[in-house]
């Protein structure tokens, strides 16, 4: 009796073939959970006075964005107008500058270009009205200094020449003129804002426009220039000290001038990859850096938005523009900043939440304390922005009322609002990446209701920023699995040649049940 070879291929796909039964059989224990993610709050439109927040609103809806940006940035915006121009009064010698940092983070293709230019294009039309009006003095000024130059220039030849009786009379009268001459100051013309600058262009535009100046961008780039870009070593004191309002001394032109309270702004919206980066510079953490800016990361609606959403009125539009412009240039001549004080009430305010915020900086127990740095700064940073807000109320004349506990209890709001933001945004700088990516996936599968699913579809509905190639996804499923929410299914071999199966996961009953 004779018998036929065993074909060992067939034998082990036989195999495979009971396991991945077994495998869809075997019962499904409790998934032990992933670290919860921070759940972030809302942002509290209602805090603008109603020209900014009907705006805000408006905005998020035409460009169907998360109503966060726009907000962020009014912030950004409210600070290029009265940065450097306005100061709050807190108590004692205790006073708040009016100049703020905002970052927004949100994934590529949610029209980040387009929120941003609605906000701040206003802005450039103020800087070209400022131009404009200060035309006239800085011809003015040039041909004054030109002329002055020009006589000191002809009484030094005129005393280079004279004779020995007469010369230092004409010298003494030349050395005079020259005096005068290097007296005549020509004014820059305004500026309020920049974009991605060198620390250096920065800095010398802060001594050109008094100490004021913002940068509003888009993009990240900043901060590659911040870490080095084009000196190979981070250059970060102008920020830290334009944010502060801290003594900065500016070498330009040849001669050394000192800005004694720098009004620095910054607005950016960036991808999220950017915050990661920032935690990265060197000394960015230890200087202070990360601790000076509101960090703004909303949720993308990206998949979720209307195809014909509702468009800004034009009244609304209107009044914006027309409201922002005010308040920009009723304190664009200010010299010494306006001073807004602070309503013995909203001072009862700030005390009530700087008391709630202490306990929260306790090193054992204190949900603040590995964020220190950062939250240190939130008694100062909430009345910068009480001082924005009882602008955006009051734009032409601000200074002349206290801002009232009203003002105070939004600006809490608002601080609210970053601090819950801030925590998410120094997990992500500090990140695990494997269970960041493990939360995403573990978001599509409840999305999507799957009973399995292979990795090529995966890898079809995931984002290729935050997974560029199949490696990327690998330790997600592995850690998923680890913790029961999916099983791998043995690939089985079917010979022959051409691309191997994709590797198949069965998902737990679970991530079905739109409940759990």
Known sequence: MSTQPVDSSELWAGFEALDAVAAADAPWEEPIPLTARRELPAFPTEVFPAWLGEYVRAVAEETQTPVDMAGSLALAVLGTAAGGRAVVHVRGRWREPTNVFV??????????????????????????????????????????????????????????????????????EAIGLAQAAEAVTVPAKPRLLADDATPEVIASLLAEQGGRLSVMSAEGGIFDIIAGRYSGTPNMDVFLRGQAGDRLRVDRRGREEFIESPA??????????????????????????????????????????????????????ATYEETLTALTMSLADWTDPAVLQLSPEAGDVLVAYEK????????????????????????????????????????TNGHTQPITADTMHAAVKLSDYFTGHALAVFDLMGADHTANRAHTVLELLRTQQWSEVSKRDLMVKLSRSEFPTVADLDPALNLLEDHGYIRCQPVLRTGGRGRPPSPRYLIHPQLSDPAI
Not at 267 to 281: A, F, K, M, Y
Not at 286 to 301: I, N, Q, V
Not at 370 to 375: C, D, F, K, L
Request: hydrophobic fraction near 45%; glycine fraction near 8%.
């Open 103 to 172: 970052v927004v983070a949100l994934p590529p293709g949610n029209r980040k270009s387009a929120v941003f230019n609605l906000m701040a294009n206003p802005l450039y039309r103020c800087e070209a009205l400022l131009v404009a009006q200060s035309a006239g003095r800085i011809v003015e000024a040039e041909i004054t200094s030109k002329l002055a130059k020009e006589v000191a220039d002809n009484a030094a030849t005129k005393a280079a020449r004279a004779d020995a009786d007469k010369r230092d009379q004409l010298v003494a």
């Open 264 to 317: 620095l702004t910054m607005g950016l919206t960036v991808q999220p990859s950017v915050l990661e980066d920032i935690g990265r510079i060197k000394g960015a953490g230890d200087r202070g850096l990360l601790a000076r800016f509101f960090y703004s990361l909303p949720a993308s609606l990206v998949g979720h938005r209307k195809i014909l959403p509702d468009p800004i009125p034009d009244q609304v539009a």
């Open 356 to 395: 709630r915020q202490e306990p929260r900086l306790r090193q054992r127990g204190g949900d603040l304390a590995h964020v220190g740095n950062w939250a240190n700064k939130l008694g100062g940073a909430t009345c910068r922005l009480a001082g924005l807000l009882h602008l955006a109320a009051h734009p």
